[in-house]
């Protein structure tokens, strides 16, 4: 998210104006699994031997740590990715919601909910979608709150844009 997909605090112009920045490998990154937390010394430190999140949980993976770490350096060589990524997403919510539905989430963002407040139409959906070859998750309580069931797209720049509209 961002102009040069330096995420939220670009977006909020808050860039370099923050002390913590959070953000997950799995989604954002497409490393499948993982995520940091960047802050200062003192605090990380001191999270590493308190916070129960992090010591009831397992390191991120080599493999993903590096792979994330080529995908930060491609982000700064090139704005190509993320502007194919920003077409995507503007794609797929404004067509969505010319068709009816509601996208939840910020407007930027490529993880793009479409709500749809029923578990069992949400299953049914992510059910059918995965026959068409379009994997999306359905999401229904406790993950989100009851009756805000929802299916989660997510999309990639790795996609082109007609597989988004063939998605929509």
């Not at 009816?100 to 139409?121: C, Q, R, T, Y």
Request: hydrophobic fraction near 40%; aromatic fraction near 8%; proline fraction near 4%.
């Amino acid at each position: 998210m961002g102009k040069t997909g330096k995420g939220t605090p670009e977006i909020f112009g808050l860039h370099g104006k923050i002390d913590f920045i959070s953000s997950t490998l799995g989604k954002s990154m497409g490393g499948a699994s993982g995520g940091f937390l960047s802050g200062p010394r003192e605090v990380v430190d001191m999270l590493r031997n308190k916070a129960r999140t992090y010591l009831f949980s397992n390191s991120v993976a080599p493999c993903i740590v590096g792979a994330a770490i080529e995908a930060y350096k491609m982000l700064d060589e090139s704005t190509e990715l993320i502007k194919r990524l920003q077409t995507n997403t503007k794609i797929f919510r404004t067509q969505m919601k010319q068709a009816g539905f509601k996208i939840v989430g910020h407007e930027e963002s490529p993880i793009a909910p479409v709500w749809l407040g029923d578990a069992k139409k949400a299953s049914e959906l992510a059910d059918k979608m995965l026959e068409e070859n379009i994997f999306v998750i359905g999401f229904s309580y406790p993950v989100v709150p009851k009756n805000e069931a929802r299916i989660r797209v997510q999309l990639s720049a790795a996609h082109t844009e007609e597989q988004v509209i063939r998605c929509v």
